[in-house]
């Protein structure tokens, strides 16, 4: 039966290369992602409070991650930027 469904599969559902649906994710982005990741973590085992070392390391990681997104997404934001 399972052999079956796998030989459907390998027939019906499309099949993409690594980085078909992010051509624009570079190593930066997954060595910012892991920051993110540990320091979240961090403030987890902390008790995740709302103030402190932990709250605000966490925090800059994760605007640090959600802004190279941003760019690495549209690059066209600088120049967009630089033109206001």
């Given at each position: 039966?399972?052999?079956?469904?796998?030989?459907?599969?390998?027939?019906?559902?499309?099949r993409c290369k690594a980085g078909?649906?992010?051509?624009?994710?570079?190593?930066?982005?997954?060595?910012?992602?892991?920051v993110s990741i540990e320091a979240?973590?961090?403030?987890?085992?902390?008790?995740?409070?709302?103030?402190?070392?932990?709250?605000?390391?966490?925090?800059?990681?994760?605007?640090?991650?959600?802004?190279?997104?941003?760019?690495?997404?549209?690059?066209?934001?600088?120049?967009?930027?630089?033109?206001?």
């Open positions: 039966m399972s052999n079956i469904l796998q030989q459907s599969a390998g027939v019906a559902v499309p078909f649906f992010k051509p624009w994710w570079t190593d930066t982005l997954s060595g910012l992602k892991s979240h973590n961090i403030w987890k085992e902390a008790g995740r409070p709302n103030q402190g070392d932990s709250h605000r390391v966490m925090r800059q990681a994760i605007i640090a991650y959600n802004n190279a997104i941003r760019e690495a997404n549209n690059p066209d934001i600088d120049a967009d930027l630089a033109t206001v």
